[in-house]
């Protein structure tokens, strides 16, 4: 049997899908941390 050249072979991710993770990653751990900070320091100020 011979393999077409359409089939893909599962493997390790696509080279270029990591950056992409990496960023998105930063990002929502980055926008968490300033919400919890920004809670933390507006907490006492609302009584």
Partial sequence: ME??????TPGPPR??????VLVATTAMLTFISFWRAAAIWAWPRHI
């Fill in 3 to 8: 393999t077409q050249p359409s089939e893909q």
């Fill in 15 to 20: 080279a270029d899908a990591i950056p992409r």
